[in-house]
C-alpha cells in the first residue's frame, strides 16, 4: 500500500504562484508515475500533469491548459514530488489531488485527500 498527503493549497490572486506537496510513504518501490489530477465544482476530472521514474526517462507530460504555467517536480530522496503553479487564473481553482501508479499513463492507483486551490480574480 502507497499513502499519499498534500499539502500547499489556499487562496491565491490571480497571476500569483502556488506551490503543491505530495509526500509518499509505504511501499513506492514499484511506483513508476506520479501526478496531479484537478476537479473543480460541477466539471469532471482531470489530470494536470504526471512524471515518470528514472526508468521510464522523467517524462513529464502536462494538461494543455497548464503547459508553461505549471511544472511538475519529483525529489526521490524525500519521496515526494511538487506542482509548482505560476500564473494562477481562476479557472484553475479546484480540489488538486496528488497521485501515483504502477504504470505511466495509466490511471493512477493511489490517491490523496486533495488539498483546494483557490484563485481570486
Known amino acids: 500500500q502507497v499513502q499519499l498527503v498534500e499539502s500547499g493549497g489556499g487562496l491565491v490572486q490571480a497571476g500569483g504562484s502556488l506551490r503543491l506537496s505530495c509526500a509518499a510513504s509505504g511501499n513506492i518501490f514499484s511506483i513508476n508515475a506520479m501526478g496531479w489530477y484537478r476537479q473543480a465544482p460541477g466539471k469532471q476530472r482531470e489530470l494536470v500533469a504526471t512524471?515518470?521514474?528514472?526508468?521510464?526517462?522523467?517524462?513529464?507530460d502536462y494538461a494543455d491548459s497548464v503547459k508553461g504555467r505549471f511544472t511538475i517536480l519529483r525529489d526521490n530522496a524525500k519521496k515526494a514530488w511538487y506542482l509548482q503553479m505560476d500564473s494562477l487564473k481562476p479557472e484553475d481553482s479546484a480540489v488538486y489531488y496528488c497521485?501515483?501508479?504502477?504504470?505511466?499513463?495509466?490511471?493512477?492507483?493511489?490517491w490523496g485527500q486533495g488539498t483546494q486551490v483557490t484563485v481570486s480574480p
Open positions: 512524471i515518470g521514474t528514472a526508468t521510464t526517462g522523467g517524462r513529464t
Open positions: 497521485t501515483a501508479g504502477f504504470q505511466l499513463g495509466a490511471e493512477p492507483d493511489y
